[in-house]
């Protein structure tokens, strides 16, 4: 399994003005690093978008991909938004990075992005992903701006050029991105499966990764 930290995380090099297709190019420089030419891109909440990006834009490689709690492209409308507990982030996005960076500065945790099963496995299970959040406040937050940035402006791929299976995964209470971002995406994506995890917020739908593993595992037979 190999991982990369997107531009501006961890002290990975920023890019000015990336835009989510960009994630394709830096996938195929780490594949070809390691030597490695099939693969499977998987990538959970705003890493689900670049994930989907090197589906659709290195078919010759990418055997398939799996998108947890990821956001769909954006579509200004009433639904896009919906059941969002936070979505002042995204929305000053909207109107550019510099109105992105100037919210981040008074920027705070809204505590209702999370439900309780979810405060429970970050606090058990899940709780060197809480470590790598904290871990990753050295590098500051251009990171999360950029991809929100990136979120809201076209993508650079349309989903339909999506040729790969696609696994979306998404549970009903994720109150950060909303089950409505999963239904977009599975009509957008014709070769997708959408498996809906029950009462899974944002942080515990990361249980069906070992299930998705194999799933990708069966796309190989």
Known sequence: MLSYGRPSYGGSTGR??????????????????????RFATIGASGGGPH???????LPDSVMAAVCLAGVAPFENDPGWWKGMAAPGALR?????RAARVEFAATEEFEPTSFNADDYAALDGRWSTLGDDVNA?????NDGLIDDDVAFV??????????RPPVLLVQGD??????????????????????WRRG????ITVLDAVPAALDWIRAQQL
Do not use: K, N, Q, Y
């Open 199 to 202: 009462a899974a917020g944002h």
């Open 173 to 194: 209470d994720d109150r950060v991105i909303p089950f409505e971002h999963a239904e977009r995406l599975h009509r957008g994506i014709r070769s997708s499966e959408l």
């Open 136 to 140: 990753s406040e050295e590098w500051g």
């Open 51 to 57: 994930a989907l990006a090197a589906a659709a834009l």
């Open 92 to 96: 000053a996005a909207m109107r550019g």
């Open 153 to 162: 402006s076209p993508w650079g791929f349309d989903l339909a050029d999506i």
């Open 16 to 37: 000015a003005g990336r835009d989510v297709a960009s994630a394709a190019a830096d996938t195929a420089a780490v594949a070809d690093a390691a030597g490695v030419r």
